[in-house]
């Protein structure tokens, strides 16, 4: 019902006609939106009241019962805008980077993406190798194409950082998290709710710094 929060009804992905598991021939993608609000294989479309979905306060813990009826049918708890998350795909979990690499001096470049819900400007990406204890200010790659409306980015951004391989050595784990434009930080830690939905909290990467022989061969 926002006139500036854009709808599609989208035929067609990337310029060929939906595929059967993305549910053809029509589906809804409303940018900004969990996925979930997204309908596929769409036949009608009618304005109604939505009960499911929902994120319940913490101590919420029972299924059914009064209190628990009366949330679900709360507009304060449903479901819509995505949150903020940032995510590393470089390195993979438990991904093999080798040490003689290190001793050349030759730094690892960790890549991932941000995005955050609403259309919602991502201003700050930042990865830590000591638990949070001290950032490193990441390169982002920020997309033009998308904004809409003078300022809603409906698209994720892209982040890389070249780290020193001797630090991922001694590191614990790789950890990042992004701030948007309110200047509002994902979480370290995940809350709780009924349906276990929207937690988007720092996202630790454990890379396998191995020792390996001339040859390149693993060592013990
Ligand atoms: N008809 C129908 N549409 C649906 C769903 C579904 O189960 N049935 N799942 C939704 C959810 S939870 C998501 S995340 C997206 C997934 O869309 P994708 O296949 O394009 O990633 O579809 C949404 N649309
Ligand atoms: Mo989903």
Known sequence: MDPRNDVMLAQYMNDEPLPPDYRSPVRVV??????????????????????????LPSFATEKDGEFVTA?????STSRNEQNLISVIMKPAQGEKITLSDAR??????????????GGHELQRV???LDGGETCLYCIRKIPEEPIRHG????????WRISLEISYLLRCKGISVGCWNVFKTTQPEH??????????????????????TRENGVPGI
């Not at 596929?40 to 499911?52: E, F, T, Y």
Request: glycine fraction near 6%; aromatic fraction near 18%.
């Open 126 to 128: 930042e990865v830590s």
């Open 71 to 75: 949330m679900f049918t709360h507009p």
């Open 190 to 211: 995940p809350s709780w709710n009924t349906m276990r939905i929207m937690n988007k909290y720092w996202y630790v990467v454990r890379p396998e710094v191995i020792e």
């Open 30 to 55: 409303i940018p900004g939106y969990v996925g979930w609000r997204c309908v596929r294989k769409l036949s009608k479309i009618r304005i109604s009241d939505i009960w499911d979905n929902r994120v």
């Open 151 to 158: 300022n809603k980015f409906w698209t994720w951004m892209q």
């Open 104 to 117: 050349n001096g030759k730094t690892y470049r960790t890549e991932g993406y941000a995005y955050d819900g």
